[in-house]
């Protein structure tokens, strides 16, 4: 089992950046792929980004690709989301999770953060 807390959200305008983190538990982190989801008001949860448990593979929303970039460093229990050129329409609460690659990519991960906003002003 592993517990996940998401850190760096905030309000930035648009084009500009954001680093967000997410911490985990236990000692077989790296044995976890890792995705970012996000929600936006009134619409359905999303998938952004994943990396795979050593990091050799990665996946990214269309939406984002080019401008988010993923990495982890399973020595510190941490995956990071970095936010470049950010848009309005990236608004939303950020959630981490962990659990196999397909269940990451299927959207349909056991684990979950609590979550943290992100809000992008025009």
């Known amino acids: 089992q592993v517990q996940l807390v998401e850190s760096g959200g905030g309000l930035v305008q648009a084009g500009g950046s954001l680093r967000l983190s997410c911490a985990a538990s236990?000692?077989?982190?790296?044995?976890?792929?890792v995705g970012w989801f996000r929600q936006a008001p009134g619409k359905e949860r999303e998938f952004v980004a994943a990396i795979s448990g050593l990091g050799t593979n990665t996946d990214f929303a269309d939406s984002v690709k080019g401008r988010f970039t993923i990495s982890r460093d399973n020595a510190k229990n941490t995956v990071s989301l970095q936010m470049n050129s950010l848009k309005p329409e990236d608004t939303a609460v950020y959630y981490c999770a962990a659990d196999s690659w397909r269940s990451i990519v299927n959207t349909t991960p056991n684990y979950w953060g609590q979550g943290t906003q992100v809000t992008v002003s025009s």
């Open positions: 236990g000692r077989t982190f790296r044995t976890y792929a």
